[in-house]
């Protein structure tokens, strides 16, 4: 089986002639509400928001969207894919998600991401630093996890017999999950019994990534199943074939927009694992975008589910609240989703 998932981005909307920019966000938002809503009714296992600051994205603060949405749906998973720890305190971060647990009534999802280089560097924190506090960070949020009592004593946190409120989960093990680019980083994530999640790259190099996750489980005498992985895929689904690859490409055009400056982005991505290379990083691929009607969509969505191992399927069916993005969805709920969840994935 294949647990199918929106990826919500939340682009910033353009204000139609003669509306205020407030009014455009106001109503983008309650677009994208109506359309969670119907995500729910629809089969969908659940939804992850997207954090981004300062330029295209409408959701800085993507635990505020959880909250909200949280209140209006019983079963849909809600999550962040994922939170950007280095713009955090740990301690903080732990404090939002315990609660967002108990206000989902233990449907959250937990993810942690390192960041965008761009991002960072528009509040002077370069990529080297911000790795270095968030491997740290993780540790203490690992923590944290599992006690609302932590000590620690790093570099950039010092923490004696702190405790939290909440501090507990409503769920006994809340899922856990970590966006990854590179086979490194997939096995630091092995060894924390962290979920991971790739996107951009061809199949031939999210299995890589996938295998070297998979190969260091193996080495801890752990599981690492299709449960454990997920894909983050552009679709373009339309009844009129031509008309899903034209949004295709404009989806691609918009994503170059969004990694434009992105120092990691490179040409090609190398096939030797994690090479210790000046400028290695991720590329961007055409397996990322996925286009075509309902039945192509579910036949390119299966087969590369079932060539790197993945599980789940992070959707990204456009990138604003539209009448389009409205039908794409209902598109894929009625139609692909029924065969994602029949698909036998090894």
């Known amino acids: 089986m294949i ?91 732990l404090e939002e998600l315990t609660m967002l647990d108990h206000l989902t009534n233990g449907r959250l999802e937990i993810g942690f991401a390192a960041g965008v280089p761009q991002e960072l560097q528009r509040i002077g924190l370069g990529m080297a630093e911000a790795r270095e506090r968030f491997n740290e960070a993780l540790d203490i949020l690992d923590a944290l996890i599992e006690t609302p009592v932590v000590n620690h004593s790093g570099k950039h946190w010092k923490l004696e017999n702190l405790s939290l409120l909440p501090g507990v989960f409503l769920q006994p093990s809340p899922p856990k999950w970590t966006t990854v680019v590179s086979t490194a980083s997939a096995q630091k994530s092995a060894q924390r019994r962290s979920k991971i999640c790739t996107a951009f790259e061809s199949v031939a190099r999210v299995t890589e990534i996938f295998d070297a996750y998979r190969t260091e489980c193996e080495r801890l005498g752990q599981s690492a199943g299709p449960d454990q992985l997920g894909i983050r895929r552009n679709i373009s689904i339309s009844r009129d074939a031509a008309a899903a690859r034209e949004q295709a490409v ?44 309902p039945a192509q969509v579910a036949e390119q969505v299966i087969e590369q589910c079932r060539t790197c191992g993945a599980g789940h399927l992070l959707a990204m069916l456009g990138r604003s609240a539209s009448a389009n993005r409205g039908e794409a969805i209902a598109l894929f709920g009625e139609d692909v989703i029924p065969q994602l969840r029949r698909a036998e994935i090894g």
Do not use: C
């Open 3 to 93: 647990k199918p998932w929106i990826f919500e981005f939340m682009q910033a909307p353009v204000p139609r002639e003669g509306e205020a920019p407030s009014g455009a966000v106001t109503a983008a938002y309650n677009e994208a509400f109506g359309l969670w809503l119907d995500a729910e009714r629809l089969g969908f296992e659940g939804i992850f928001f997207s954090e981004h600051h300062f330029s295209l994205s409408l959701s800085p603060s993507p635990n505020l969207l959880i909250a909200a949405i949280s209140r209006h749906t019983t079963r849909l998973r809600l999550g962040t894919m994922g939170v950007v720890v280095p713009f955090y305190e740990p301690w903080r971060i």
């Open 250 to 293: 404009a989806a691609k055009a918009a994503t170059l927009k969004v990694v434009a400056g992105d120092p990691r982005v490179i040409d090609r991505a190398s096939s030797q694992l994690d090479a210790p290379r000046p400028g290695a990083g991720f590329s961007l691929h055409d397996d990322d975008y996925i286009a075509g009607t």
